[in-house]
């Protein structure tokens, strides 16, 4: 059986030997150029971007800001209904009070409107730039 084992070894040895010389050498910038080449390929074979819609967004942000401005102004109406009684209801004071509670939400919604406006903008000429597609 160990006679058996060494010729097995000796041919395994032999046939390395044989093989050796035959190997091809890897160029040491090999690895560099295959991801390289990953790269690219994902660059063009990039899965097309499903574009939000704008009106998504925009009612999105609507709804968001309106709901908030509405838990405040029923928060402050029952507070003074409470604390006042309901002829304050109708006051001068109460009603500007509203009414700026509203300007300043409707204040924050186009403002926010217009900086993801302009944050599109930067990110399309970013992107235009560095040649890739925007994700958004």
């Known amino acids: 059986m160990n006679k058996e084992e060494n010729n097995i070894q000796n041919d395994d040895e ?32 990039a899965k097309p971007v499903v574009k939000k ?18 838990v405040m102004i029923a928060l402050l109406t029952i507070t003074a209904y409470i604390m006042y009684g309901k002829d304050y209801l109708l006051s001068s004071p109460f009603l500007s ?23 599109k903008k930067q990110i399309n000429k970013a992107s235009r730039q560095n040649h890739v597609k925007p994700q958004g």
């Open 97 to 119: 009070t509203i009414l700026i509670i509203i300007l300043v939400f409707t204040l924050f919604w186009l403002f926010s409107r217009l900086d993801a406006r302009l944050q």
């Open 53 to 70: 819609n704008k009106l998504e967004n925009t009612v999105k942000d609507l709804a968001a800001t309106t709901l908030i401005m509405n």
């Open 14 to 45: 032999q046939m390395r030997q044989l093989i050796r010389p035959t190997r091809l050498k890897v160029p040491k910038n090999l690895n560099y150029r295959i991801m390289q080449q990953i790269e690219t390929e994902k660059v063009f074979s």
